[in-house]
């Protein structure tokens, strides 16, 4: 559910950014997203079921809004550092009246303020800016939404040298796929072929 946002940004992108999407990039996205998918099933397709049709509906509504977000910060023409410190700054004050009014203020300890800094930092901050600056710097979303897709792959390998987890068949069939995927959807960029 949480990579099919690339999906939403690429094709929200034609309406609302105006931007000509080629073919071959939309199939080239979608054979990145279906490498996710033998990864995270672990080569079992068949054992992708939705337990809960209202928590994969808001997982897709989750992802529509994170594309729109994009999008809607493609079309602010700031500079990308004040963008995301006014998101953020906003964010807080929402974040803070939210919690004054629905719970009670706890002060953090030094272990969950650290956690919190550093998801702050890199998770949200560098990395969201990072995004932010490759989406100005293409001429659409569709070059490099697929992109997204290494990052599972990218994730098990370094759980297989920090944790010592297996890396599987599924997964070397999974980024096959991811990579042949952005391979396909890059390919003919510059000659303008579909």
Do not use: C
Not at 20 to 37: A, E, M, T, Y
Not at 158 to 175: C, M, N, P, Q, R
Request: glycine fraction near 8%.
């Amino acid at each position: 559910m949480n990579y099919t946002w690339p999906i939403m940004l690429t094709l929200l992108s034609i309406p609302l950014l105006h931007q000509r999407i080629r073919l071959r990039n939309i199939f080239g996205i979608f054979i990145s997203f279906s490498g996710v998918l033998i990864i995270s099933t672990r080569g079992d397709i068949t054992a992708l079921k939705f337990a809960n049709p209202y928590g994969a509906f808001l997982g897709l509504m989750s992802a529509l809004i994170w594309a729109i977000y994009w999008i809607l910060n493609l079309r602010d023409k700031r500079d990308a550092v004040v963008k995301m410190f006014f998101n953020f700054a906003f964010g807080i004050i929402y974040i803070f009246f939210f919690v004054v009014l629905t719970h009670n203020i706890v002060i953090p300890t030094a272990k969950g303020l650290a956690g919190a800094l550093y998801v702050g930092t890199f998770e949200m901050g560098v990395t969201f800016l990072l995004w932010l600056k490759a989406l100005e710097l293409s001429e659409t979303t569709a070059q490099i939404a697929n992109l997204i897709y290494l990052t599972p792959f990218i994730s098990l390998v370094i759980i297989h040298f920090a944790v010592g987890e297996k890396i599987l068949i599924s997964t070397i069939i999974g980024i096959a796929l991811i990579v042949a995927g952005i391979i396909y959807g890059g390919a003919g960029r510059n000659n303008g072929t579909m």
